[in-house]
């Protein structure tokens, strides 16, 4: 699957970060992941590219960094 990358880096800045996602977007759930040594806003669960795709061009009018990155299984 693939989901949208919104931030990495601090665990104070990964949570701004979220609460700015949920309070602009609604239709795809977001979490927080640790990968050491950084917090990453992670948002959407996409099965293909292409709906990643489509979601990515609506959430980088907020956040501009945001990119697509395939989940390893």
């Known amino acids: 699957g693939f989901t949208i ?7 104070e800045l990964a949570n701004i970060t979220l609460k700015e ?3 602009s977007y609604s239709s795809w759930p977001a979490s927080i992941e640790y990968e050491t040594p950084n917090y990453k806003v ?3 669960n996409f099965a293909t590219r292409i ?3 489509r979601a990515l061009i ?16």
Do not use: N, T
């Not at 990358?5 to 665990?11: A, T």
């Open 5 to 11: 990358q919104l931030f990495y880096g601090e665990v």
């Open 51 to 53: 709906e990643a795709d």
């Open 21 to 23: 996602y949920k309070s």
């Open 58 to 73: 609506v959430v980088k009018k907020r956040f501009s960094g945001a990119f697509i990155l395939e989940k390893k299984m």
């Open 42 to 44: 992670w948002a959407g």
